[in-house]
């Protein structure tokens, strides 16, 4: 059966509609980087700006595949529209064993109000900063109310989640040594809500008393959110109603400190600058540039140029 190509805006109205199909195929050109993207994103730029994008990180085995079901089950009680991300930033595929696959397994695979994708962040330059922003704004406009990214913990991604987010939720859980963790891995600064899982295992009161302690030594100004520590026993989805009501005071926090605003800023300019730079590559890739870039490299070797002089050259075009 041969199939015509669906234009941008057909694409879209289709993903509004909910049509899962056309949301996972918009998603889709944003990870090949598809040259129809420019017009995407213009056709989706009316709709987006509605969600609410929550960041979940944490180490391996924390449960975060088994969080999300649970956070995802307690926002259709409340009768909102779920997107859900995840993020793999170590493979250079899509579609293998991720957590996003788990979760597609759960009871919220066949629910029309969630959708489920995941994505390698693959390894050339602005993968996740570019794609990521782009995948958010497409389950945005295609009218999710909250959108989940879940991210493997390992080291430089807790930070990009956190800078994609509205909200970071961090999870912890007892027996593994996640109190030391999270001081290593500079994961106090990013959290607005702390979550302390497996709370039926020995010690989690008192990987919540670390932290908590840990956390009352940073300095925060006058009227600034204060993350809360919240137990949950994700299995049993227990602790889920109480996550979500933090989400959403963290919201309204954010939303009349101007923090959520800030926070968006931020992503469009890491966004921004990420196309920019993609752009810059691919023309440095090409033919022509490609050959003046390694002419301009031969003269910095043979002392004829400066490398930042042959930037300055490279930049000039
Ligand atoms: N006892 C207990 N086990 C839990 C709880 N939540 C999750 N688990 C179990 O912990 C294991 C890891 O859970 P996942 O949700 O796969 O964890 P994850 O953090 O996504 O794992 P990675 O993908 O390896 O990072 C599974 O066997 C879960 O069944 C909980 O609240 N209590």
Known sequence: MSRRTESPD??????????????GRLISQVEDGSSLLREVMAAL????????VVGLTGSPGVGKSTSTNALVAELRGRDLRVGVLAIDPSSPYSGGALLGDRIRMSEHATDPGVFIRSMAARGHLGGVSRATPQALRVLDAAGCDVILVETVGVGQSEVEIARLADTTIVLLAPGMGDGIQAAKAGILEIGDVYVI??????????VRRDLRS???LAERPEGAWRPPVLKTVASAGEGAAEVVDAIDAHRAWAGESGELERRRVRRARDEIEAIALTALRERWGSVDEGNRLDGLAAAVVAGESDPYAAADG????
């Open 10 to 23: 057909e694409l879209v109205a289709r993903a509004r509609d909910g049509e899962a199909r056309a949301i």
């Open 45 to 52: 730029t009316p709709y987006a700006g509605r969600a609410h």
């Open 197 to 206: 899982n497996k709370a039926d295992r020995d010690g989690a009161d008192q």
């Open 214 to 216: 840990m956390l009352a």
């Open 314 to 317: 490279l930049l000039d075009d």
